[in-house]
């Protein structure tokens, strides 16, 4: 007859607890830290005309919108727009209002291609869903000005995972009709490293710049 020894109750007892230990160490382990990229500014130029039958906006009106627009992107804050001349003065909505654009935006550092005096700055990547207004009513009449900067003004900038979906009649508003979402890449404040990552250390024989 096999005869098989019991395991004494105590050390049940303690393997069981053990195991609900590692358990909840896992369930807690935080999740892998997103590494930390570097980039370099890169000076971009823009013309850009606004043709739609939606909404009409204002010179003035169109250049802040996309200043917003440009920023979400992650335009350098120093960015000049200014408005080009049209018909209506200002705050009234002309036919065909645009801007020109003078801004940096940042591209991914590669020491291996990159201008050997350009300096790196720390940067992350960033999901970025486009927004025009508060009020999701008006920004759904924004849905032409969004389709012309998914064509026009994305591919200004270092964008992945696009993410662009639209149902933009003329002269009809749908509330949530139209998406434009990416990942682009963020200079990181000064001084303020991403959530869950480290300051980057700079790249071999480089300094970071001000920013």
């Not at 007859?1 to 358990?23: E, K, N």
């Not at 350098?76 to 727009?81: E, M, W």
């Not at 909505?93 to 300096?119: K, Q, R, W, Y």
Request: charged share 15%; hydrophobic share 40%; proline share 13%.
């Amino acid at each position: 007859m096999q005869y098989t020894r019991p395991v004494p109750v105590s050390a049940l007892l303690v393997g069981l607890l053990t195991l609900s230990i590692g358990s909840a160490a896992l369930a807690q382990a935080p999740a892998t830290a997103p590494q930390p990229s570097w980039g370099i500014w890169a000076p971009k130029e823009l013309r850009f005309t606004y043709m739609g039958f939606t909404s009409h906006y204002s010179c003035d009106g169109l250049r802040d919108k996309m200043r917003a627009i440009l920023l979400q992107l992650g335009a350098r804050p120093d960015l000049k727009l200014r408005e080009v001349p049209c018909a209506g003065g200002a705050g009234r909505p002309t036919e065909f209002p645009g801007v020109t654009v003078n801004m940096n935006v940042l591209t991914p550092f590669d020491p291996a291609s990159s201008n050997a005096t350009a300096t790196p700055v720390p940067a992350h990547w960033k999901t970025v869903v486009i927004s025009t207004d508060m009020d999701p009513l008006r920004e759904a009449g924004d849905c032409e000005l969004i389709e012309q900067v998914k064509s026009r003004v994305l591919p200004l900038f270092h964008a992945r995972a696009v993410d662009y979906r639209s149902t933009c009649i003329p002269n009809q508003l749908q509330v949530g009709g139209t998406l434009l979402k990416a990942d682009v890449l963020i200079a990181d404040e000064p001084g303020t490293p991403p959530p869950g990552a480290q300051a980057p250390a700079p790249p071999p024989g480089t300094a970071p710049a001000p920013r």
